[in-house]
């Protein structure tokens, strides 16, 4: 069992910079694939980020490449998203997922295995 605790949401302005942490507790942190997914208002939980075991590759979504940058520390076991030049539109609940390593990229809800509180972010105009 996995248990994932996020911090760092907050309010901030258009770009502005935030950095999420996510806390795992597992004993072999470093057997899971680590994402980040976020859900607006009235939308569905969409995929932003995902890092390898070891960290050596990531991969994200579109729509935050350039501005958002996932790493992780497996030392400390925490997965990190550090945001910057933020807009309105990444106002979302933030979440940080795990699942046990397997080839290829994760991008859907339905790979992960485990999931945290969540955390808000909210980027004003």
């Known amino acids: 069992q996995v248990q994932l605790v996020e911090s760092g949401g907050g309010l901030v302005q258009a770009g502005d910079s935030l950095r999420l942490s996510c806390l795992a507790s597992a004993r072999t942190f470093s057997g899971y694939e680590m994402a980040w997914f976020r859900q607006a208002p009235g939308k569905e939980r969409e995929f932003v980020a995902a890092?390898?075991?070891?960290?050596?590759?990531?991969y994200s979504a579109d729509s935050v490449k350039g501005r958002f940058t996932i790493s992780r520390d497996n030392a400390k076991m925490t997965s990190y998203l550090q945001m910057n030049t933020l807009k309105p539109e990444d106002t979302a609940v933030y979440y940080c997922?795990?699942?046990?390593?397997?080839?290829?990229?994760?991008?859907?809800?339905?790979?992960?295995?485990?999931w945290g509180q969540g955390t808000q972010v909210t980027v004003s105009s």
């Open positions: 890092i390898s075991r070891i960290g050596g590759t990531s």
């Open positions: 997922a795990a699942r046990v390593s397997t080839s290829g990229w994760a991008t859907r809800v339905d790979e992960y295995h485990y």
